[in-house]
């Protein structure tokens, strides 16, 4: 196993793929320390983080903006590791399921931050899906500073059913990692685009690694 890992560092570093050089650009543009946290958030603005995994990503946002985060964690025990994390926070509430476009039940392949319902793994959980149209209508949200998608092949259907539901133009900005994991997913990625450049600019583009939207003025 540690041969594969130092064969698959080996063959990154001399021989990267596309994919890797954008993620180097990424990092290089300072992308994980500044262009992820750049926005005019206070502790009144809302924020969902589709795609909790251990918290982290709720933790930095809060630390900087103390701002009411909604984290979607389907994986049952990261799910209660993010619960446990902020116990005594009532700003961050951490919900059990992941956001869709409609609500089932699905099997989740767990592999660490990249587990998704897509992918291949001995391990597997059943998971709940939420239609997030029924979901905002619960919770009676409105508006949205900042909605972080990153839900390992998620995010299209997610976006979709936005669009169609013309809740996207409720959301300020959109900070979305797309994931090539299935044949129509660049094809899917650009119709995607092109819809929400009818609400939405685009802020920075890091091929299927981050990108940000911010609504229409």
């Known amino acids: 196993m540690l041969l594969k890992i130092v064969a698959v560092k080996l063959q990154r570093r001399f021989f990267p793929t596309p994919h890797d050089l954008m993620v180097r650009k990424w990092l ?46 389907p994986v049952l025990n990261f799910a209660e590791q993010i619960k446990k994390r902020f116990c005594k926070n009532s700003s961050i509430e951490v919900f059990q399921f992941g956001l869709g476009a409609s609500s089932r039940a699905e099997t989740l392949h767990i592999c660490g ?25 619960e919770k009676n949200i409105r508006h949205i500073d900042l909605m972080k998608i990153n839900i390992e092949g998620g995010e299209y259907e997610l976006l979709e059913r936005l669009i169609e539901t013309r809740l996207i133009e409720t959301i300020d900005n959109i900070q979305v990692q797309f994931h090539n994991i299935f044949p129509d997913a660049r094809s899917r990625m650009e119709s995607l685009h092109k819809e929400l450049e009818k609400t939405h600019r685009s802020i920075y583009q890091y091929e299927f690694v981050w990108e940000n939207w911010a609504r229409k003025r």
């Open 113 to 137: 931050d990249g587990s998704s319902i897509f992918g291949k793994s001995s391990r597997a959980q059943e998971i709940k899906i939420v239609d997030i149209k029924e979901w905002l209508q």
């Open 28 to 73: 290089a543009d300072g992308g994980d320390q500044e262009l992820r946290f750049n926005y005019d958030l206070d502790k009144n603005s809302v924020m969902l983080d589709v795609g909790g995994y251990q918290g982290q990503n709720a933790s930095d946002f809060f630390s900087r903006f103390q701002c009411r985060i909604y984290v979607f964690e």
